[in-house]
């Protein structure tokens, strides 16, 4: 089965300090894609990121930066320097190859607040 | 590019009232499509997903149903709806498997509240 855990329910921070998101997947596929999604106030879904199985290269997108680690089975997330704007809810999701393995597993979500 | 719509944005109905909400996407074609519910402060839970016209996945049973009349409409109904239905509903897009990397699209959502 395939699971996602994101152990933070909530976090608070002050503007520019660094803040890292944790994510825990279980699969049992070989070929499977990880993701992140933001999710501000106003509700919507905003896609940040994929990375697949075979890909463990770090990824750095402005502030932004991914660690993904097959050996521990985790795909956590770093604000540098956070603002107030990064305040939402963070999901981490996970999918298999296709069909319905293809359908995203979301963890529960971590809420991030950012204070000015 | 690809962009989706939900309307409406925002509802309120009452116990037992019939419901329609509409989902429609641009610029894609074949995708497949998805309804999620997010209950208050809690995560995201699959309802429906649909591969095709007329070909519809339910994922929990319950009082709502789905139907997917055109290939880039995607409706989400029910009879009579519970106070449990109350919710945040969020229907998203993707590639048709096997073309893309499973990432999905999301809407802006409809908040429902049922009183």
């Known amino acids: 089965a395939q699971k996602v855990t994101q152990a933070q329910t909530e976090i608070s921070v002050v503007e520019k300090e660094d803040v890292t998101l944790d994510c825990v997947y279980e699969?049992?596929?070989?070929?499977?894609?990880l993701f992140w999604y933001k999710q501000p106030p106003s509700g919507e879904l905003v896609f940040l990121i994929r990375?697949?199985?075979?890909?463990?290269q770090n990824e750095i997108s402005g502030r932004y930066s991914w660690n993904f680690q097959k050996s521990t089975s985790s795909f956590n997330f770093t604000i540098t320097a956070s603002q107030v704007v990064d305040s939402a809810v963070y999901f981490c999701?996970?999918?298999?190859?296709?069909?319905?393995?293809?359908?995203?597993?979301f963890g529960k979500g971590t809420k991030l607040s950012v204070k000015p | 590019s690809q962009t989706i719509h939900q309307w409406p944005a925002t509802l309120v109905q009452p116990v037992g009232s019939p419901l329609s909400l509409e989902c429609t996407v641009e610029?894609?074609?074949?995708?497949?499509l998805y309804w999620y519910r997010q209950a208050a402060g809690r995560g995201l839970q699959l309802l429906f997903y649909?591969?095709?016209?007329?070909?519809i996945s339910s994922e929990v049973p319950q009082n709502l149903s789905a139907s997917r009349p055109q290939d880039r409409q995607f409706i989400l109904s029910s009879k009579k709806l519970l106070l449990s239905d109350s919710g945040f509903y969020l229907c998203?897009?993707?590639?048709?498997?096997?073309?893309?990397?499973?990432?999905?699209?999301f809407g802006p959502g409809t908040r429902l509240t049922v009183l």
């Open positions: 699969t049992r596929d070989t070929t499977y894609y």
């Open positions: 990375r697949n199985s075979f890909d463990e």
């Open positions: 999701a996970l999918s298999g190859r296709g069909g319905s393995q293809g359908n995203l597993i």
């Open positions: 610029g894609t074609s074949n995708p497949n």
């Open positions: 998203a897009w993707r590639l048709p498997s096997g073309a893309g990397y499973n990432e999905q699209f």
């Open positions: 649909s591969v095709g016209i007329g070909q």
